[in-house]
C-alpha cells in the first residue's frame, strides 16, 4: 500500500523560512510525479509545486524564486523548502504522488505564517 507522509510545518513569521518533507512509504518516490498542493482557509487546493520523474521542475507564479522543490533517492524523500514566506502562504500543505492513472495524498501538514 503506497503511503505518503508530510512533516515539517509550524508557525513562522513573515520572511522565514521552513522545509516540509514528504517520505513515500510502500513505494519509491523516484516512480511518481511528486507534487506539492496547498489549501488556505476559504480557497480551493492549488498546485505549488511539481517535480517529474525526470527531475523537471515547476513552480505557481506566487511561489517561483521562494519555494524549491526536490527530490532524494537515497532518503525516498521530496522536499519543498520555503523562503521568504508570507501570510499569503498560511495554509495547509499536502504531498501527491502520481503514477499512471493512480494518484495518492498525504495527510497534510498545516503552515502558518503570522507575526
Known amino acids: 500500500q503506497v503511503q505518503f507522509v508530510e512533516s515539517g510545518g509550524g508557525l513562522v513569521q513573515p520572511g522565514g523560512s521552513l522545509r516540509l518533507s514528504c517520505v513515500a512509504a510502500?513505494?519509491?518516490?523516484?516512480?511518481?510525479?511528486m507534487g506539492w498542493y496547498r489549501q488556505g482557509p476559504g480557497k480551493q487546493r492549488e498546485l505549488v509545486a511539481q517535480?517529474?520523474?525526470?527531475?523537471?521542475?515547476t513552480y505557481a507564479d506566487s511561489v517561483k524564486g521562494r519555494f524549491t522543490i526536490a527530490r532524494d533517492n537515497a532518503k525516498n524523500t521530496v522536499y519543498l523548502q520555503m523562503n521568504s514566506l508570507t501570510p499569503d502562504d498560511t495554509a495547509t500543505y499536502y504531498c501527491?504522488?502520481?503514477?499512471?492513472?493512480?494518484?495518492?495524498w498525504g495527510q497534510g501538514t498545516q503552515v502558518t505564517v503570522s507575526s
Open positions: 510502500g513505494s519509491i518516490v523516484s516512480w511518481y510525479v
Open positions: 501527491n504522488g502520481a503514477r499512471a492513472s493512480f494518484a495518492y
Open positions: 517535480i517529474t520523474t525526470g527531475g523537471t521542475t
